[in-house]
C-alpha cells in the first residue's frame, strides 16, 4: 500500500500545510487588527510581517501543488476544481494580507466607539475564512461533511455582512468629516471581502462535491 | 495449407482484440489513469492466459452447436464472421463477434445438413439476453458495495486517486483474461476439430494440448490487435461514449469481467454446482454488450433518463440482424468454397 502512495503522500501533506497557512493568516490579520485598534503600532507591523511571509510561503506552496499535480497527472478528474479551489483560497489569504498592509500603509482614524465593530468584523470575516478550510479539507477526506462546513461559511459571511452594516450606520450616523466616513467605510468593505471570497470558494466548492459523489 | 486456413481464425482475433480491450481498459487510458503501453501489456498478458487457461469451456458449447470439421470451412466461417462485423459495425450496429461465429455455425449446419442442436442454440441466444441484464445487476451491487465502503472509510482523494489507478490495472487484468476465456472460442474454436496441433510434454508437469497451443496462437493474435490497433478504440470510449469517473469505470469493468468470467469458468460453474447453486452455462457472451449492460446498471441508479436507449435498441437488433446476416452470408460462402474452389468443407 504505501508504494501505492509515495507520490501522493507528500503532496497531501503539502495540501495540509497550505490550509494551515490560511488558518494561521486568519489568526495573525485578527491580532493584527486588535493591535492597531489598541494603537500598539509595533506589535501590529509584526503582524503585518508574519502575514505577509504567509502570503509568500502560500503561493510558493500552492505552486509546487500544481506543479506536483500536472507532472504526475494526478487526479485527472478532479485536477481543475482542485487546482480552482486552491487558487480561490489563496485570494481570501491575499485579502487578508491586503487589508492589513492598507491599514498600515492609510492609517485610518478609528474613533474608539467603532472599535468593538472592528474587532466583531473581523472574527466573523475570520471564522468564515475557517470554515472555508474545514470545508475544502471535508473535500478531500469526508464528503458528507462538506455541506455542514459550508452552511457555516453562509452563516459567517451574512453576520460579517450584519456586522459591516451596523458599523457603516454608525459612522455614518456620527459627526465626522465625509472623507472620514467614506474612510473607515472602506475598511469595513475591505474586511467584508474576506467573507464574501470563502464564500465564493464554498459555492465553487459545492459544484465540485457534487461531481465527486460516486 | 491448414496454417493458411488459420489465418482466418487469427484476423478474427487480431479484430477481437483491436475492439474489445476498449471495453476493459478504455476509460482507465481515456481518462490517462493508466497509460497506454501498461494496459496493452496487461491486457494481451492477461488475454493469453486467459484463453489458454480458461478457454475450453465455452469452445465446447460452440463445438456442440456444429462441430465444423473441415479447415477450409473453419476458415470460411471465420472470414464470414469478421466480414458480419465490420460490415455492422460500419452500419454503427454494435455488433459481436459471438453473434457472427454462432450465426455462421448455423449457416453451416444448414449447408451440410448437419443437425443444429437447438438446446444448445437456445443456451447461446438466451445468454446473450441474459449477460449485459446481469452485468448491469453486479454493477448495482458492486456500487453499493463500493459506495458503503467509501463513506465508512474517508479515505483522501489523492489515496483514493492512486488506488483507483491500481485497481484499474488490477480489474483491468481481471477482465482481459475473462475476454481471453470467454472469446477465444470465437477465434479459434471452429478449427478445434481440424486443429493441425499436437499435445507437447516440454518437462515433467508441464504440458500443452494441442487445442491449447490453439488458444495460445488465439491469444498471441488477440495481443497483437491490441498493440496495434486499440489506442484509437481507447480512447474513443473514453472520451465519448462513456462518460464515467475513473471509480465508476472501475465498477463498471469489474462487473464486465464478472459476467465474461462466470459465461467461461468450467471451475466456477463446478463450483456452484457443488453447493447446489444454480450455474450459467459455458458460452461465449458478447464483451461490448456487457460492458454495456454495466453502464447502463450504474446510469440507472442515477437517473433513468441518463441510459441511452437508443444504443440499447441497437443491441438488440444486433441479437437478431448478425447471427441471421451470417448464417446467410455462409451458407453463400460455402456454396463458393465448395463448388468453384473445390475446397472440402465437411468431412
Not at chain 2, 453447493?275 to 461465449?284: C, D, E, Q, T
Request: net charge positive.
Amino acid at each position: 500500500m504505501d508504494l501505492l502512495i509515495r507520490r501522493t503522500k507528500p503532496l497531501e501533506v503539502q495540501i495540509d500545510e497550505y490550509l494551515d497557512i490560511i488558518v494561521k493568516g486568519g489568526l495573525v490579520f485578527k491580532e493584527g487588527v486588535k493591535c492597531y485598534l489598541k494603537r500598539r503600532l509595533a506589535d501590529f507591523e509584526s503582524h503585518l510581517e508574519q502575514l505577509s511571509d504567509m502570503e509568500d510561503t502560500g503561493d510558493r506552496l500552492r505552486r509546487e501543488i500544481e506543479t506536483n499535480l500536472y507532472s504526475h497527472t494526478l487526479i485527472p478528474e478532479s485536477r481543475g476544481d482542485v487546482l480552482g479551489l486552491l487558487e480561490n483560497a489563496d485570494r481570501v489569504l491575499n485579502r487578508m494580507a491586503e487589508t492589513l498592509l492598507q491599514f498600515s500603509v492609510e492609517s485610518p482614524e478609528v474613533c474608539e466607539e467603532f472599535s468593538p465593530f472592528f474587532v466583531d468584523l473581523a472574527d466573523f470575516a475570520i471564522l468564515a475564512a475557517e470554515g472555508m478550510v474545514k470545508a475544502i479539507r471535508a473535500y478531500f477526506t469526508d464528503l458528507t461533511s462538506v455541506r455542514d462546513h459550508i452552511n457555516q461559511v453562509q452563516f459567517y459571511r451574512k453576520e460579517t455582512n450584519k456586522m459591516a452594516e451596523k458599523l457603516k450606520r454608525q459612522v455614518f450616523a456620527h459627526q465626522l468629516r465625509l472623507s472620514h466616513k467614506i474612510h473607515l467605510r472602506y475598511f469595513a468593505y475591505h474586511v467584508e471581502l474576506i467573507a464574501e471570497e470563502a464564500e465564493d470558494v464554498c459555492d465553487r466548492l459545492s459544484i465540485a462535491t457534487i461531481k465527486r459523489y460516486v | 495449407m491448414t496454417s493458411f486456413y488459420l489465418l482466418g481464425g487469427l484476423f478474427l482475433g487480431w479484430s477481437l482484440g483491436a475492439n474489445d480491450a476498449a471495453n476493459v481498459f478504455g476509460t482507465a487510458v481515456g481518462a490517462r489513469m493508466v497509460r497506454f503501453k501498461t494496459a496493452a501489456l496487461v491486457a494481451s498478458v492477461f488475454v493469453v492466459l486467459g484463453a489458454v487457461l480458461g478457454g475450453s469451456g465455452t469452445t465446447e458449447t460452440l463445438v456442440a452447436l456444429g462441430a465444423v470439421n473441415a479447415p477450409a470451412a473453419s476458415f470460411t466461417l471465420t472470414v464470414v464472421a469478421g466480414l458480419t462485423v465490420f460490415w455492422m459495425t460500419k452500419a454503427t450496429l454494435p455488433v459481436s463477434t459471438t453473434q457472427a461465429i454462432v450465426g455462421a455455425i448455423v449457416g453451416w449446419n444448414w449447408f451440410t445438413s448437419s443437425p443444429t442442436d437447438r438446446g444448445t442454440l437456445v443456451k447461446i441466444v438466451a445468454s446473450w439476453v441474459l449477460s449485459p441484464v446481469l452485468a448491469a445487476l453486479f454493477a448495482v451491487a458492486l456500487y453499493y458495495i463500493f459506495k458503503g465502503y467509501l463513506n465508512r472509510r474517508h479515505i483522501h482523494l489523492l489515496r483514493l486517486d492512486a488506488y483507483t489507478r491500481a485497481g484499474l490495472i488490477a480489474v483491468g487484468a481481471i477482465g482481459a483474461y475473462s475476454l481471453g476465456a470467454n472469446n477465444i472460442a470465437n477465434v479459434v474454436g471452429v478449427f478445434v476439430r481440424s486443429s493441425p496441433f499436437v499435445d507437447i510434454s516440454i518437462s515433467g508437469p508441464l504440458h500443452l494440448s494441442g487445442v491449447q497451443q490453439l488458444f495460445f496462437l488465439g491469444g498471441l493474435a488477440i495481443s497483437l490487435g491490441i498493440f496495434s490497433y486499440s489506442y484509437r478504440m481507447m480512447t474513443a470510449v473514453g472520451n465519448e461514449i462513456v462518460k464515467l469517473t475513473p471509480l465508476l469505470a472501475m465498477i463498471a469493468v469489474l462487473a464486465h469481467a464478472l459476467v465474461l468470467l462466470v459465461f467461461a469458468s468450467k471451475g466456477l460453474k463446478g463450483a456452484l454446482m457443488s453447493l447446489g447453486l444454480p450455474s450459467l452455462p459455458l458460452v461465449p457472451v458478447s464483451s461490448s454488450q456487457a460492458i454495456v449492460g454495466a453502464i447502463s446498471g450504474i446510469g440507472m441508479l442515477k437517473s433513468a433518463r441518463v441510459v441511452n436507449y437508443r444504443y440499447l435498441g441497437k443491441i438488440v437488433m444486433g441479437w437478431v440482424l448478425t447471427p441471421a446476416i451470417a448464417a446467410a452470408v455462409s451458407l453463400v460462402a460455402l456454396f463458393f468454397v465448395q463448388n468453384v474452389f473445390q475446397q472440402t468443407v465437411v468431412r
